[in-house]
């Protein structure tokens, strides 16, 4: 199993010392480091700055928001960076949900979601494989565009820079069952965000490619009390199930639903979106927080690590800061 370094997306200002926790987890024997976008700070422009200071370890985004950009400007992106890093670049897409497609993105919500991934990641595979002139004649994302305001004058192109390698890992991060399944089918790898090794999704990589990469993003602490420790994982669980979409339509929900907890998701939602976010909070049950993370002291998370290795995950991706827990997991896991 490898582990990777989670940094996420930036703040109110952008993170200090990020650049020199990268080299840490580097230094320590780390394969990847990771990092994510929501509604401010870029996935790709902190990737690069690490990857200009960083030799060896893998660089990867998760996730980068798919109604960001198109296809082909993604597939500019990994060409460009994978160049730049000598080859280390990984691309960790997300369709992210209405929301943020159309409140921040101001674009709609595909009413096929799997179709829409489908033809995104396909039109990024032929940019990078490089064989012929792009074209898709696709429902979300056609090539060359042909809508009833098109001047007709579109042709398909091929990208003028040859990329370093036509096989840059595409990774998903999928929610839903049926996400999940074609995850396998399109994609070399799978990006969870709540991941229980205690209650894994069976089958859910079935029929997957060799080498198929399950990497779940993992809260981990080093500390004595695990209630104190859990905290900020259920402040943060607080906000995406209670807050990140509607009370119809939120698949951060929808999935705490899946793993056990239908009626406590429920009740988190209802109260975040009544404004009682501290309640709302308080209502994350320390059990579901608990067996998606690793924390607490060395002893227990060397213990919980074993339910861990035994399941598909290949690779944890540990969103900490600190250098003691880097270390720690780095002398229990490599």
């Known amino acids: 199993m490898r582990l990777g370094l989670a940094l996420g997306y930036w703040g109110a200002a952008p993170a200090t010392g990020f650049v020199e926790l990268a080299q840490e987890a580097e230094r320590l ?4 480091v990771w990092t994510a976008e929501a509604w401010g700070s870029d996935a790709f422009t902190p990737l690069t700055w690490i990857a200009a200071h960083t030799s060896r370890i893998r660089l990867g985004t998760a996730v980068a928001q798919m109604a960001a950009r198109t296809p082909t ?12 890093s000598g080859g280390r670049f990984m691309l960790g897409l997300g369709l992210s949900g209405p929301q943020v497609v159309e409140g921040w993105y101001g674009r709609p919500f595909p009413r096929s979601p799997l179709t829409s991934v489908r033809e995104y990641v396909d039109i990024v595979r032929q940019v990078l494989r490089r064989e012929k002139p792009v074209a898709l004649d696709g429902s979300y994302h056609p090539l060359p565009y042909h809508g009833p305001d098109a001047t007709g004058l579109g042709r398909p192109l091929k990208p003028i820079l040859h990329p370093l390698r036509a096989d840059v ?9 049926r996400n999940v399944a074609q995850t396998a089918r399109i994609a070399d790898g799978w990006l969870p965000l709540y991941y229980s090794p205690f209650a894994p999704f069976t089958g859910a990589t079935a029929g997957a490619r060799p080498g198929f990469v399950v990497a779940p993003l993992v809260q981990a602490r080093v500390c004595a009390d695990v209630t104190a420790g859990l905290a900020p994982i259920q402040a943060m669980l607080g906000f995406y199930i209670g807050g990140m979409g509607s009370r119809g339509r939120n698949f951060h929900a929808d999935l705490m639903a899946r793993m056990g907890y239908q009626a406590e998701a429920s009740r988190i939602q209802e109260l975040f979106l009544a404004g009682r976010r501290a309640e709302a909070v308080a209502a994350v049950p320390l059990a579901f927080a608990d067996e998606i993370s690793l924390v607490g002291p060395r002893e227990r998370i060397a213990e919980r690590l074993t339910a861990w290795r035994a399941g598909p995950v290949t690779d944890l ?3 900490a800061r ?7 997991l780095a002398e229990l896991v490599l």
């Open 322 to 328: 600190d250098p003691l827990t880097l270390r720690t």
């Open 29 to 32: 024997g780390y394969d990847s």
């Open 317 to 319: 991706l540990v969103t």
């Open 169 to 177: 890992p595409i990774l998903l991060g999928a929610e839903g069952p």
């Open 73 to 84: 400007a993604t597939a500019m992106h990994a060409m460009t960076l994978d160049h730049l």
